[in-house]
């Protein structure tokens, strides 16, 4: 195989086949293609494209580059994978939400990077919270307490892990053969049978419009599919974060809130019950995926299973009645609106990164966080704002970077003199089925 040659056939919009992309990905893996040439191959794959059969090699080619779990066939896996987003905590949230149900969840996640928080970062913002387990302790715990929260080890899927990487630092992340086999590899690796994508569309989002979504979303379910893992996929708005709360700590707090039935913001309350109805479809215990159901789990057995989990995972699962163990930020800092007007549309993505400048986020991987960093960001789209009106707080350690936050959540947030059309936050679903 000369890998040039591949790299020009790829350019020119041909087929690789099976042999010839596991070559190029193994001889990457092993040192012998360097960087430069899997660079242009990437390149070459996000301008021409591949046929879902490349992705479908493609992503059986990184899961074969590490480990691949199993479960017991007669247990009810499910998971759920959000292609990332502000003040998004619904993993936490859903875990003892479907496992109260009977499911088994077994979760690999990811840390915050650029401007999106990552579950794990907001997971060992909890006191002694530990997310680096062995795959057999990572079984064991799905075993023990339904679910577990964990993150990618070497053995798993290392060649995403490499390549990975090296999109980031190469401009072709936003590629969808590239992405669909960047999430599945990972998805199906880890063993769960059954899939729900929140896929967010919007300003804050990997994908900005619904028509990319919708072909993003078409690639991920026949990629499951053929590996034998059914798919749901939920399309949902994110031209503003979700909840009330961004930052990690601030974030386990209000997802204790939500479990504990104090907290019903309209968008997070109809994502979550969404996500949660199809990860139930999916491990056949429909029956269960009622509202009143729902309702009946944030009166009590939710709480419960997230304060089990933080026990097994090492933490202190008092939090889940006492969140004032939860660290929290010294400073509050409030931001005050620019503009009077209704509220059109919140850039998340500046949100974001105005937070990480706080330390709420990372600028580059192994930064230190501040857990206790973050802000309150109440108002919703179609509220009507005054200049000046209090739209929200930060929360910092350090006053002067504070106000700097303040000013440009503030800068973030859009006005118009008409009131926006209402846009639910779930915006269409489709499922493998469909
Ligand atoms: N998340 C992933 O894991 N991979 C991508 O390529 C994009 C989002």
């Known amino acids: 195989m000369n890998p040039v040659e591949l790299i020009i056939r790829k350019r020119g919009g041909k087929s690789l086949s099976h042999d010839e992309l596991e070559g190029f990905v193994t001889g990457y893996i092993e040192s012998e293609i360097p960087e430069y040439q899997m660079s242009a191959m990437l390149m070459a794959i996000f301008f021409?494209?591949?046929?879902?059969?490349?992705?479908?090699?493609?992503?059986?080619?990184?899961?074969?580059?590490?480990?691949?779990?199993?479960?017991?066939?007669?247990?009810?896996?499910?998971?759920?994978?959000?292609?990332?987003?502000?003040?998004?905590?619904?993993?936490?949230?859903?875990?003892?939400?479907?496992?109260?149900?009977?499911?088994?969840?077994?979760?690999?996640?990811?840390?915050?990077?650029?401007?999106?928080?990552?579950?794990?970062?907001?997971?060992?913002?909890?006191?002694?919270?530990?997310?680096g387990f062995s795959v057999a302790d990572f079984k064991r715990l799905v075993d023990e307490v339904g679910c577990a929260i964990v993150a990618q080890s070497e053995r798993l899927v290392p060649a995403d892990k490499r390549i990975y990487a090296l999109r980031d630092v190469t401009g072709t992340v936003e590629s969808l053969p590239l992405i669909t086999a960047s999430i599945m590899s990972k998805k199906i690796a880890e063993g769960a049978r059954g899939l729900v994508i929140d896929l967010?569309?919007?300003?804050?989002?990997?994908?900005?419009?619904?028509?990319?979504?919708?072909?993003?979303?078409?690639?991920?379910?026949?990629?499951?599919?053929?590996?034998?893992?059914r798919v749901h996929v939920v399309f949902s708005d994110m031209n503003a974060p979700l909840g009330e709360w961004v930052g990690n700590a601030l974030e386990v707090r209000e997802t204790i809130a939500f479990l504990r039935g104090e907290s019903r913001i309209a968008d997070q309350f109809n994502l979550t019950r969404e996500l949660w109805r199809q990860m139930l479809l999916l491990a056949g215990q429909q029956a269960q995926a009622t509202d009143d159901r729902f309702e009946q789990l944030l009166r009590s057995e939710a709480a419960e299973v997230f304060g089990r989990m933080i026990a097994a995972q090492g933490g202190d699962p008092r939090v889940v009645d006492d969140p004032s163990l939860l660290p929290v930020a010294p400073h509050e800092i409030p931001i005050l609106a620019a503009n009077g007007g209704y509220l059109a549309g919140v850039n998340s993505q500046a949100v974001g990164y105005a937070l990480v400048g706080i330390g709420a986020g990372r600028r580059k991987l192994g930064d230190t966080l501040d857990y206790g960093a973050g802000a309150w960001l109440p108002r919703k789209l179609g509220d009507e704002l005054r200049p000046s009106d209090l739209i929200g707080k930060v929360y910092c350690s350090e006053r002067a970077a504070g106000e700097e936050a303040a000013g440009r959540i503030a800068a973030a947030y859009r006005v118009s003199p008409e009131r926006p059309e209402a846009v639910p936050v779930v915006l269409e679903t489709c499922t493998s089925e469909s």
């Open 48 to 131: 021409a494209g591949m046929t879902p059969d490349e992705v479908q090699t493609l992503t059986g080619v990184y899961i074969d580059s590490g480990e691949r779990i199993a479960f017991p066939a007669h247990w009810p896996t499910v998971d759920k994978h959000s292609t990332g987003g502000v003040g998004d905590k619904l993993s936490l949230m859903l875990a003892p939400l479907a496992v109260a149900c009977g499911c088994r969840v077994p979760m690999i996640s990811g840390r915050g990077l650029g401007h999106t928080g990552g579950t794990l970062d907001k997971l060992e913002s909890i006191p002694g919270f530990r997310t």
């Open 200 to 229: 967010k569309v919007g300003s804050g989002a990997f994908m900005k419009d619904i028509d990319t979504a919708r072909k993003l979303a078409a690639l991920l379910m026949r990629t499951g599919e053929a590996f034998g893992q």
